[in-house]
């Protein structure tokens, strides 16, 4: 028998035997498990980070549409450079120098969401073991992105002025190295913290001193409710990725997103993008470009945005202050979430979520965002997407869950 027959005569490999070691690293069910139950018929969702439908700009996106079709549509159909077209590569150098450091658009580059660009960093930077340091809790996509990149994460403690850089340090000083230092410097998600001025000082001096790169993941940033936002870390150091959504701040549909890399890296950044998806959508990049680079259009929208969210967030602060006395939060200063924790030690937020989602109301139990600490006595509820009349009956429903969990037992 030759050795291609003896081959030939062997069981097949099983389908799941050929998957990459890296499906099984950053996959979390949960999370998928949990949004999927949220999205279901007659539920009420407090769970995911989704923007209100009423805050999209749409008929200003109608406008910038037939503007384009009455010009010349072919363009916005056809393929387009791997960074991003020039027009909507100006507008995010322009936003980028208006919010941190001054830089062109040739540090620039579109991306389809900030979660693609935090993939596509962590592909160009990350080799199986490397270190990754982060806020511990952080934001699940990012956490899913740095294990199936086969990071080891480190994860920091955070207060309300963010993450703990003075812990960053100790553990800088006893031997980590991490080569990223994520950070999502305004309204954390989940905690709402805002990284203070102070820290993003000092995040800024131990990236020089160590030599690691800070990733700045800022979809949040313009909805402050009061105040305004800080400058980024940029201003302090050039070791700064910043990747700047704008699913929260015009719509999350159109996947069009910017980063900005130092010189160094862009090149291969760009060169990462190419083999995933060749370019972000040209159609979507045309209409945001329209919009960004109307002088009058940002301002006013994020204003409008600024009133809806912080008139929703004190709504529901006071709904859950009436409603829910077992539950302990600090006023969101902005963003879109309340990050609780459960004063009473006879119901956990797993055992809530479950009566929650009986009741027809998801929230997000504190776990999957945790990495070393302790999530089982905390969650995250978003108030964004809620009108007056389901956020009343949303609380309500979160009440009675109390309720059926109390009598439930631990
Ligand atoms: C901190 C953070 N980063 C990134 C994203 C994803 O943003 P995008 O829609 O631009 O991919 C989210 C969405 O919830 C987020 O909260």
Not at 174 to 183: F, I, M, Q, S
Not at 194 to 217: M, T
Not at 326 to 333: K, T
Request: hydrophobic share 45%; with cysteine.
């Amino acid at each position: 028998m030759s050795p291609e027959t003896h081959a030939e005569a062997a069981a097949p490999a099983s389908i799941e035997s050929l998957l990459a070691r890296r499906t099984g690293w950053g996959r979390s069910d949960a999370v998928s498990r949990i949004l999927a139950a949220a999205a279901a018929p007659g539920v009420l969702s407090m769970a995911g980070g989704i923007p209100a439908p009423d805050s999209f700009p749409v008929a200003r996106l109608a406008e910038a549409t037939d503007r384009l079709f009455a010009g010349s549509a072919v363009r916005a159909l056809q393929y387009a450079p791997t960074d991003g077209i020039a027009p909507m590569r100006e507008v995010i150098a322009a936003r980028a120098s208006a919010t941190g450091a001054p830089v062109g658009p040739d540090r620039v580059m579109v991306t389809a969401g900030s979660q693609q660009g935090l993939d596509l960093v962590a592909q160009t930077l990350i080799d199986e073991g490397d270190e990754v340091a982060l806020d511990d809790p952080s934001y699940l996509g990012a956490v899913q992105v740095f294990r199936r990149a086969g990071a080891r994460l480190l994860p920091v403690p955070g207060d309300a002025d963010g993450m703990r850089t003075d812990v960053l340090e100790q553990r800088l000083l006893a031997g980590a190295r991490p080569k990223l230092v994520y950070v999502v410097p305004h309204f954390h998600n989940p905690t709402g913290a805002v990284l203070s001025e102070e820290r993003r000082r000092h995040l800024a001096a131990l990236a020089e001193r160590f030599g690691f790169l800070v990733v700045e993941d800022d979809p949040y940033g313009d909805l402050a409710f009061e105040g305004s936002r800080l400058p980024s870390t940029d201003v302090h150091s050039g070791r700064v990725v910043r990747l700047m959504s704008l699913s929260k701040t015009v719509c999350p549909g159109l996947r069009v997103a910017g980063l900005v890399a130092p010189a160094e890296l862009i090149g291969e950044l760009v060169a990462a993008k190419q083999c995933g998806d060749l370019q972000t959508n040209t159609f979507g990049q045309y209409l945001l470009a329209d919009l960004l680079g109307d002088p009058e259009f940002l301002p006013a929208h994020l204003a409008g945005l600024r009133t809806l969210y912080g008139g929703r967030a004190r709504a529901m602060e006071t709904l859950l202050r009436e409603r829910l006395p077992w539950l302990e939060f600090e006023r969101p200063r902005g963003g879109l979430f309340f990050w609780c924790r459960l004063t009473d030690s006879r119901v956990g937020s797993d055992a809530l979520y479950a009566h929650a989602l009986a009741q027809g109301v998801a929230i997000v139990p504190g776990t999957p965002f945790c990495i070393e600490e302790d999530g089982s006595r905390v969650l995250r509820l978003s108030f964004a997407s809620l009108d007056d009349a389901q956020r009343r009956e949303g609380v309500s429903r979160l009440a009675t869950a109390w309720e059926k969990a109390l009598a439930d037992g631990p």
